[in-house]
């Protein structure tokens, strides 16, 4: 695991591991079947397709793997489970600050 997640534009991050991957995490649009309580979620994205989705609610999140996500072996559901802590920790962070 290991990754690095770091804020990279308003509402988005960037999260690193080492072996050169990247993934680019982004405020979701809205799935029908996953968005539709207004609760924040986010999208991750690596090779230029969405292979996660990333939900919050109340202290808790649910992480759920998009079908791409299986072209993509190098990243496996606790990699995402790790950005997932990540975010919300980065999202607690920005909250505060506000």
Same mark, same amino acid.
Not at 5 to 31: D, N
Not at 33 to 57: C, H, M, N, Q, T
Not at 84 to 95: D, E, I, M, P, T
């Given at each position: 695991?290991?990754? $690095?997640?770091? @804020?990279? /534009? $308003? +509402? &988005?991050? %960037?999260? %690193?591991?080492? +072996?050169?991957? $990247? #993934?680019?995490?982004? %405020?979701?649009?809205?799935? !029908? @079947?996953?968005?539709?309580? +207004?609760?924040?979620?986010? @999208?991750?994205?690596? &090779?230029?397709?969405?292979? #996660? *989705?990333?939900?919050?609610? +109340?202290? &808790? #999140? $649910?992480? =759920?793997?998009?079908?791409?996500? &299986? %072209?993509? !072996? @190098?990243?496996?559901?606790?990699?995402?489970?790790?950005?997932? /802590?990540?975010?919300?920790? *980065? =999202?607690?962070?920005?909250?505060? *600050?506000?």
């Amino acid at each position: 695991m290991k990754w $690095t997640v770091k @804020e990279w /534009l $308003t +509402g &988005g991050y %960037r999260a %690193r591991k080492a +072996g050169a991957l $990247t #993934a680019h995490i982004y %405020r979701s649009l809205k799935w !029908p @079947e996953f968005y539709s309580d +207004g609760a924040p979620a986010y @999208e991750v994205k690596y &090779g230029g397709s969405a292979i #996660a *989705l990333i939900r919050f609610e +109340g202290k &808790g #999140a $649910t992480v =759920r793997s998009l079908p791409a996500a &299986g %072209r993509f !072996p @190098e990243i496996n559901d606790l990699d995402l489970v790790e950005i997932a /802590l990540w975010v919300s920790k *980065l =999202r607690k962070a920005s909250s505060s *600050l506000n």
